[in-house]
């Protein structure tokens, strides 16, 4: 394989009342969060796939079945720890990650010091290297009706 490789991931999930609100390993403030069988971080899971993608190591439903217990309310911080761990297996080390949130609804702009942060942190790789964008989309479509959320990510890795 060669020294440096790109990956791109997408997750989506849908919103709900009652629920807890974690994006990029931050818990936030709302009256809804993501359904889901794990916590519902939807940047993290978007994240996990990108760099599972840039070493063609397929998705994060391949490596963490949401039909397995051991994954029901997992702290997704957790799934991507592994992620990295399988990158490291074969070979290659994250060079930077660049992840976009579209959410209507509430502003994550406060949240994104600490997104960053904290997935720098459980990557291993400094703060700097981590870009962590919000946007609405205008109140177009399922994420502008605050119906769901979704979050794209695009990842550099490198031979280590
Ligand atoms: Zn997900």
Do not use: W
Request: proline letters at 4%.
């Amino acid at each position: 394989m060669a020294n440096f490789r790109i990956g791109n991931g997408y997750d989506v999930h849908a919103l709900a009342q009652g629920l807890p609100l974690v994006l990029g390993g931050v818990r936030i403030e709302s009256p809804f969060g993501c359904v889901a069988h794990s916590d519902g971080d939807v940047a993290i899971h978007a994240l996990c796939d990108a760099l599972l993608g840039a070493i063609a190591a397929g998705d994060i439903g391949k490596h963490f079945p949401d039909s397995s217990p051991e994954f029901k309310g997992i702290d997704s911080k957790i799934l991507l720890s592994r992620t990295v761990g399988i990158l490291r297996g074969k070979g290659y080390g994250v060079v930077n990650a660049d992840i976009t949130i579209a959410m209507q609804a509430p502003k994550l702009a406060p949240h994104i010091g600490k997104m960053r942060e904290t997935l720098a942190s459980v990557m291993g790789i400094g703060v700097e290297d981590v870009s962590v964008k919000a946007t609405t989309t205008e109140h177009l479509g399922f994420v502008g009706r605050g119906e769901g959320c979704e979050a794209y990510a695009v990842v550099l890795v490198a031979r280590e």
